[in-house]
T-cell receptor, first 113, second 117 residues
Framework: AQSVTQLGSHVSVSEGALVLLRCNYS??????LFWYVQYPNQGLQLLLK??????LVKGINGFEAEFKKSETSFHLTKPSAHMSDAAEYFC???????????FGKGTHLIIQP | EAGVTQFPSHSVIEKGQTVTLRCDPI?????LYWYRRVMGKEIKFLLH????????ESGMPNNRFLAERTGGTYSTLKVQPAELEDSGVYFC???????????????FGPGTRLTVL
């Protein structure tokens, strides 16, 4: 069975500071990994995905994530936070023949002015 | 291109009543998924359609939930009778069906917030 753990239900950073959202996964097979973002009153939007190509994945809005198999991690980073990054972020995994995505509990990113 | 749409955006019903949620996927997307997020918990997969056929319904909680996708276009999710624990946000997602790819991007709708009193 697959699982995803996101450390911290809320993360607060200052505008212009580094954003780091943590995600660890458990999967019995090489996984596909995703980060989604949800802005208020909107659906989930794909930020980036890892599909066994480059381990450093670049996404939209300046976000990137690095797949580290030895640490079973897929942490999301952005060098400089912007007020518009305030949203809820979800890490998800797909693999092992399962049709649906397995999500973490989500992390609210709060940007302090 | 229109995104995934869901109706209604909110629904408040009493325990024991019936509610039907609707999802219109992106045109041309054969894959359609339903997910649910109960408050404070993670988003959980409910089921997957390929066109009008149920490919995987392993996440459906119980037989009070019935999903259909007539003609392989829009989908409905009926809860009958609704219980308190059914409250949550129900998301629909769709994706293209490309042979050999199981990780096509799923496009999500805004969700339907269901409250059972």
């Amino acid at each position: 069975a697959q699982s995803v753990t996101q450390l911290g239900s809320h993360v607060s950073v200052s505008e212009g500071a580094l954003v780091l959202l943590r995600c660890n996964y458990s999967s019995s097979v090489p996984p596909y990994l995703f980060w989604y973002v949800q802005y208020p009153n909107q659906g989930l939007q794909l930020l980036l995905k890892y599909t066994s190509a480059a381990t450093l994945v670049k996404g939209i809005n300046g976000f990137e994530a690095e797949f580290k198999k030895s640490e079973t991690s897929f942490h999301l980073t952005k060098p400089s936070a912007h007020m518009s990054d305030a949203a809820e972020y979800f890490c998800a995994v797909k693999g092992g023949g399962a049709d649906g995505l397995t999500f973490g509990k989500g992390t609210h990113l709060i940007i302090q002015p | 291109e229109a995104g995934v749409t869901q109706f209604p955006s909110h629904s408040v019903i009493e325990k024991g009543q019936t509610v039907t949620l609707r999802c219109d996927p992106i045109s041309g997307h054969d894959n359609l998924y339903w997910y649910r997020r109960v408050m404070g918990k993670e988003i959980k997969f409910l089921l997957h359609f390929v066109k009008e056929s149920k490919q995987d319904e392993s996440g459906m909680p119980n037989n009070r939930f019935l999903a259909e996708r007539t003609g392989g276009t829009y989908s409905t999710l009926k809860v009958q009778p609704a219980e308190l624990e059914d409250s949550g946000v129900y998301f629909c997602a769709s994706s293209r069906r490309l042979a050999g790819f199981s990780h096509n991007e799923q496009f999500f709708g805004p969700g339907t917030r269901l409250t059972v009193l």
